[in-house]
């Protein structure tokens, strides 16, 4: 049995494979704060058996740091650690300097290129993931990583406009607006539709570069908030970047 643990910025998600094949389960997560949340504790305290620990994230050193000691006074398994890859399972990444690239973006460019060597029609995919930071990464159909653009996070793009500005305070729902007649609803349909817009110029433009319509991607606490903004079709898959660090521990 295998617990496959990926540190984010904001929350900590993890899932157990029983063997190289087999498919994911008991997928969780959680908001860490800076340590492990006591949820997680408690369901990895009831797990009977893991024998090989493999991790990955760009998370605090904290969350690291005691993601280590649990598993060593848990399971007596010390964690794998999964760095990004100039070249790994068809993806080549764009990066000259590759440990540049966030391992979560390399991680969820392995399980996007594996998606794609699935379907009997593989194009390219654009990959986005809306978290703390919302990443972009372009994807050819044959591997190759053009490179992407991060952006703040829907929530970072709301309290930095509030703490870089006199704009008083607001609680600003979610706005499906093309634009408001109140402060607080043009910063929260703001904060959306901007990195809708840029999913859409870069789902544009990798088309125009690869002559066919990408393949698009989300995975993050905030995708939903994206797809319901965009006309575009998309497909979700919370667990994106487990499942690339499934694949990349099974030839590590």
Avoid at 10 to 23: E, F, T, Y
Avoid at 72 to 99: H, K
Avoid at 209 to 227: K, M
Wanted: glycine share 10%; charged share 15%; proline share 6%.
């Amino acid at each position: 049995m295998q617990l496959l643990v990926d540190i984010g910025n904001s929350s900590i998600k993890w899932a157990l494979r029983a063997g190289q094949r087999a498919p994911l389960t008991g997928v969780g997560s959680a908001l860490h704060n800076g340590a492990l949340p006591m949820d997680l504790l408690a369901i990895w305290d009831a797990l009977d058996q893991v024998d090989a620990i493999f991790a990955a994230g760009v998370g605090p050193q904290t969350v690291k740091d005691a993601v280590i000691q649990v598993c060593e006074s848990r399971f007596d398994r010390r964690p794998r650690w999964i760095r990004t890859q100039p070249r790994a399972l068809g993806v080549r990444i764009a990066y000259p300097v590759p440990e540049r690239l966030g391992v979560d973006r390399f991680l969820a460019l392995v399980a996007a290129h594996q998606r794609a060597q699935a379907d009997a029609a593989a194009t390219a995919s654009l990959i986005v993931d809306a978290g703390t930071a919302i990443t972009y990464d372009l994807l050819t159909a044959d591997g190759q990583h053009l490179g992407g653009l991060i952006l703040p996070g829907i929530g970072l793009m709301r309290t930095g406009l509030l703490a870089g500005t006199q704009i008083p305070l607001h609680e600003p729902a979610d706005a499906d607006l093309p634009w408001a007649a109140d402060t607080g609803e043009a910063i929260a349909a703001a904060s959306i539709q901007a990195p809708a817009a840029l999913l859409e110029r870069l789902h544009q433009r990798l088309q125009a570069h690869t002559g066919t319509p990408p393949h698009l991607l989300l995975t993050g606490g905030d995708a939903g908030r994206l797809a319901a903004a965009t006309h575009l079709s998309t497909e979700q898959i919370p667990e994106l970047v487990l499942r690339g660090l499934a694949a990349v521990a099974a030839v590590d």
